[in-house]
């Protein structure tokens, strides 16, 4: 089964960038969507964005589009969430998954599109 690592979480002031790379363990990874997801203390797990196996498909969600953009690199296994204007909202344990079904649809804003999760890495946005 794919694993899932993602690393370059950390503390940055609002208004600031950061990169997240989520590696996978195979090959098998650019045969699948992936997404980013992230959960913030005593909330839900929410959707941030989605990205097709051949990357020429993307979505993200409302509160990030125009500042997060996600990219993918199947020669390097690695899915990046490069994140501009940040804001102490965006707050949280951010998580990468790999999709369940071969395809693109609906199913990926959902959790339960997704069968294979990382551990998170935590970005923290001070005022």
């Known amino acids: 089964q794919v694993q899932l690592v993602e690393s370059g979480g950390g503390l940055v002031q609002a208004g600031g960038s950061l990169r997240l790379s989520c590696e996978a363990s195979?090959?098998?990874?650019?045969?699948?969507?992936m997404g980013w997801f992230r959960q913030a203390p005593g909330k839900e797990r929410e959707f941030v964005a989605a990205i097709s196996w051949s990357g020429g498909n993307a979505f993200h969600e409302d509160s990030v589009k125009g500042r997060f953009t996600i990219s993918r690199d199947n020669a390097k296994n690695t899915v990046y969430l490069q994140m501009n204007s940040l804001r102490p909202e965006d707050t949280a344990v951010y998580y990468c998954?790999?999709?369940?079904?071969?395809?693109?649809?609906?199913?990926?804003?959902?959790?339960?599109?997704?069968?294979?999760w990382g551990q998170g890495t935590q970005v923290t946005v001070s005022s």
């Open positions: 998954a790999a999709a369940t079904l071969a395809g693109w649809g609906f199913w990926l804003v959902h959790l339960d599109g997704y069968n294979v």
């Open positions: 195979e090959r098998t990874f650019s045969n699948h969507a």
